[in-house]
């Protein structure tokens, strides 16, 4: 629970957290928010293979740490999430294999910072 959000946050407290039914409770919350989380993720991870299909730089900046664009899905970043492992390796490869890659896109946003 150290880690916990339940804990305290930016500096406040709560005034029980030390009380056993608070932990009991930041226990079970922990608990529902994981289980929730591992119901979902399959269901993202089948919308991410769907968004990979459809538009591959959204999916590389959904994916990534270092994305810069919403894409009109506030909240939507995998950088920190395991979601690929929700995917079956079968259906990303066939996915991936199946992808047709707009090079001209590719080339445009190509920067060459080393040219003096």
Request: hydrophobic share 40%.
């Amino acid at each position: 629970m150290a880690d916990s959000i339940f804990g305290g946050y930016m500096g406040l407290g709560f005034q029980g957290a030390k009380l056993q039914e608070f932990q009991d409770f930041c226990t079970y919350l922990e608990k529902a928010q994981e289980s929730a989380r591992v119901e979902l993720l399959p269901n993202l991870g089948r919308e991410l293979l769907a968004i990979m299909q459809s538009d591959q730089w959204k999916f590389h900046d959904i994916i990534s740490l270092n994305n810069s664009h919403n894409w009109g899905v506030p909240g939507v970043r995998y950088a920190e999430i395991p979601i690929l492992k929700y995917i079956k390796t079968t259906e990303f490869v066939e996915s991936f294999l199946q992808l047709k890659f707009d090079h001209t896109a590719l080339s445009s946003n190509v920067k060459y910072n080393n040219v003096k």
